[in-house]
Structures are given as structure tokens and as C-alpha cells.
């Protein structure tokens, strides 16, 4: 079942800094870093913007040319690989199991990026795959939310971005719920902050 979600802005901050939603990887390659999944943008005071998290994941790739393989459904304990015929590189199911969603270079040669997306967006990459390495994807059920200068959607997050997340938001078990930002506006007014309300259970 989806999630869905009611960002609200009622920060006075006048910065309009986007706001990005993404996940902790805990994959086990270090080319594996958090991408924002999501990034809601120019969300005036008491302005909503509804999104959709959902759980069933696609899994592809792409490589350094821009090009992308047709996605593939992913869940938990799938295993994928690029694999090579005679009419070129292909993305398939592959034998096997896995803690997470695992994808497997099994080209002779040439590197690529290991995808993950969640309803259409980037949520998790593994750059730079090379051949007979694998990737491993363990999303954990949790949402994280900031706010930062910069911050791009599909985009790897840098240090800095991900030193203004402010909130992590439990999934399981969440049908719906309201993201509210408050905070900002210089002076002696609070930072930035995220709480939910509203929240539906499953």
C-alpha cells in the first residue's frame, strides 16, 4: 500500500530553501550515498505539495553515457544482473538471494550505475559498478527530510545537505500523514524544524 504525504510550509523563512526528502542507504559499497529522492521547491506559506511514497521499488541501470535500461520491479530478496549477449548489454532477474535488492555486473567489460527508483524518482544509486562486483541495496523503513541551498532531485546529497536533515520519519505501518516545516525567518526565530501530524495508520 502507498504512503501519502501533505508537505506544509508554515516557516517564515523567506530563503525558500528547497526541501528534499531521501533515505540512509545501508548499502555496503562506498560509491552508495543518499540521493534526494524528492525535492519540493517554492512551497509558499500555508502552500501544500502531496506526494506518494510507495513500496514497491524498480531497479535499473545506467551508465556513463546517459543511457538507462528498462526498469524492472524490485522487493526485497531480488537479485538483478547486466549481463551480455550477442545483441548487446541486458538488465534481468538473476538466480539467487539477497538481504535487500542486489545488482550484479556480470559484463565483460565496462562499468555501470545500479539504480533504484520509487515512483519514478532516484532513490538509491551505486555508482561506477564494475565488472563481477555487485551492489546491495538495504533501504531502511525510514524517510528522511531538510531543507538546503543547492540541492537538486536524483542528485547525490554532500555533507553539508545532509547535515540540515531535520526529521526521519518512521513507514511502517503509515498510510498518510502531514510533513509541516516551521521555523526560520532570522532574527530570534527558531531554525527550521519538520514534525508530522495527521498521522493514518495502515
Not at 540512509?24 to 552508495?32: E, F, K, L, T
Not at 550477442?86 to 535487500?100: E, I, K, L
Not at 519538520?194 to 493514518?200: L, Y
Request: net charge positive; glycine share 10%; with cysteine.
Amino acid at each position: 500500500m502507498d504512503i501519502r504525504f501533505t508537505f506544509i510550509n508554515r516557516s517564515h523563512d523567506q530563503r525558500r530553501l528547497p526541501v528534499f526528502l531521501c533515505h540512509a542507504d545501508a548499502g555496503d559499497r562506498g560509491a552508495a550515498g543518499a540521493v534526494a529522492w524528492k525535492v519540493i521547491r517554492n512551497c509558499a506559506y500555508d502552500w501544500r505539495h502531496p506526494f506518494v511514497y510507495a513500496w514497491q521499488m524498480e531497479a535499473g541501470l545506467a551508465d556513463s553515457f546517459g543511457n538507462y535500461s528498462p526498469r524492472l520491479a524490485a522487493s526485497c530478496g531480488q537479485v538483478f544482473a547486466a549481463l551480455p549477449t550477442v545483441a548487446g548489454r541486458v538488465f534481468r532477474r538473476h538466480s539467487g538471494s539477497c538481504s535487500g535488492i542486489a545488482i550484479v555486473n556480470k559484463l565483460a567489460q565496462g562499468a555501470v550505475h545500479a539504480c533504484l527508483f520509487n515512483e519514478g524518482r532516484l532513490l538509491a544509486c551505486h555508482t561506477n559498478l564494475a565488472p563481477g562486483q555487485t551492489a546491495n541495496f538495504r533501504i531502511p523503513a525510514v524517510l528522511r527530510i531538510g531543507a538546503a541551498p543547492n540541492v537538486q532531485q536524483g542528485q547525490l546529497l554532500d555533507a553539508e545537505a545532509m547535515a540540515n536533515v531535520g526529521c526521519e520519519i518512521p513507514l511502517l505501518g503509515l498510510a498518510s500523514a502531514d510533513i509541516v516545516m516551521t521555523g526560520g525567518g532570522g532574527g530570534q526565530a527558531p531554525p527550521l524544524s519538520f514534525h508530522i501530524e495527521n498521522i493514518v495508520k495502515s
